[in-house]
């Protein structure tokens, strides 16, 4: 059985850093593209990262997080992280964890990830 699960969230003042990490297990990790995404109160669920599979992955960010935050991914572990610098009031959400066999549906077509977990609060204060 699949588990994704997400830990890190938390408070913290506006220009903060905080480190997200994603445990996974029963499935081949090395073989599964990981993304982040968030979703704020009142909105729709977005993408922030992707980190292809592999030992040197391909990685991709949305617009407003580069710069800002970096995707990693420790295969050893089966952990991927995401490190969040320069934190800002906007990017309090709810952070999910997911994985797909193939980077572009993490970043194109979230409906179809086969995997998630069941998030991680951020708050981040003014």
Aim: proline letters at 1%.
């Amino acid at each position: 059985q699949v588990q994704i699960v997400e830990s890190g969230g938390g408070l913290v003042q506006a220009g903060g850093s905080l480190r997200l990490s994603c445990a996974a297990s029963g499935l081949t990790f090395n073989s599964y593209a990981m993304g982040w995404f968030r979703q704020a109160p009142g909105k729709e669920r977005e993408f922030v990262a992707a980190i292809n599979w592999g030992t040197n992955g391909q990685t991709n960010y949305v617009d407003s997080v580069k710069g800002r935050f970096t995707i990693s991914r420790d295969n050893a572990e089966n952990t991927v992280y995401l490190q969040m610098n320069s934190l800002r009031v906007e990017d309090t959400a709810t952070y999910y964890c997911a994985a797909d066999r193939f980077m572009v549906v993490l970043t194109n077509t979230a409906a179809q990830i086969q995997f998630w977990g069941q998030g991680t609060r951020v708050t981040v204060s003014s």
